[in-house]
T-cell receptor
Framework: SQQGEEDPQALSIQEGENATMNCSYKTSINNLQWYRQNSGRGLVHLILIRSNEREKHSGRLRVTLDTSKKSSSLLITASRAADTASYFCATGPPGGGADGLTFGKGTHLIIQP | NAGVMQNPRHLVRRRGQEARLRCSPMKGHSHVYWYRQLPEEGLKFMVYLQKENIIDESGMPKERFSAEFPKEGPSILRIQQVVRGDSAAYFC??????????????FGAGTRLSVL
């Protein structure tokens, strides 16, 4: 089955800097999503990018998708302490529709004040 | 509109006992998903259900694990004769009927199962 792999596994930056996380996957996808998980909590959906889109913005978030390289990146600009969390990419089934998502192991982001 | 509700938040069981995890989806959502998360790992898909139907249980162990989503009431993930390896966080997610570009899933806070 397709598998998202995030890179780096852990990232520590100063508040105000930009944070970039990458995700690679193995098979064709219909969409790719990014989720955030604060320690001990459930996942919160951040952004969904469709396979026919190359870039998408939401507030301080910017996501890119390169289907030829089977990779995506998540950029958080002007980071804040509250952005400290684990970030996961997730892929859905190739045909679209509803089904379980396949998650990577995540990038643990620490924002130092 | 309440989010996805899971209970209990924490569950402690001894080896050989049964664990029952409950999930109430968001209002208007007809799709329920269960995932398992081990420490420092991502979520692993277990099962996808709609009302009274199991749609995809490819990620669920064949033995000891079962799931249901009855016409009335919450979805239940049931683990019989628990073993220490079942210790994990179990997350439920729900989504509305999906469009052509896939579904955004809304997650509960999870149930942390500890098997002694």
């Amino acid at each position: 089955s397709q598998q998202g792999e995030e890179d780096p596994q852990a990232l520590s930056i100063q508040e105000g800097e930009n944070a970039t996380m990458n995700c690679s996957y193995k098979t064709s996808i219909n969409n790719l999503q990014w989720y955030r998980q604060n320690s001990g909590r459930g996942l919160v959906h951040l952004i969904l990018i469709r396979s026919n889109e190359r870039e998408k913005h939401s507030g301080r978030l910017r996501v890119t998708l390169d289907t030829s390289k089977k990779s995506s990146s998540l950029l958080i600009t002007a980071s804040r302490a509250a952005d400290t969390a684990s970030y996961f990419c997730a892929t859905g089934p190739p045909g679209g529709g509803a089904d379980g998502l396949t998650f990577g192991k995540g990038t643990h982001l620490i924002i130092q004040p | 509109n309440a989010g996805v509700m899971q209970n209990p938040r924490h569950l402690v069981r001894r080896r050989g006992q049964e664990a029952r995890l409950r999930c109430s989806p968001m209002k208007g959502h007809s799709h329920v998903y269960w995932y398992r998360q081990l420490p420092e790992e991502g979520l692993k898909f277990m099962v996808y259900l709609q009302k009274e139907n199991i749609i995809d249980e490819s990620g669920m162990p064949k033995e000891r694990f079962s799931a249901e989503f009855p016409k009335e009431g919450p979805s239940i993930l049931r683990i019989q004769q628990v073993v220490r390896g079942d210790s994990a966080a179990y997350f439920c997610a729900s989504s509305p009927p999906t469009g052509a570009w896939g579904n955004i899933q809304y997650f509960g806070a999870g149930t942390r199962l500890s098997v002694l």
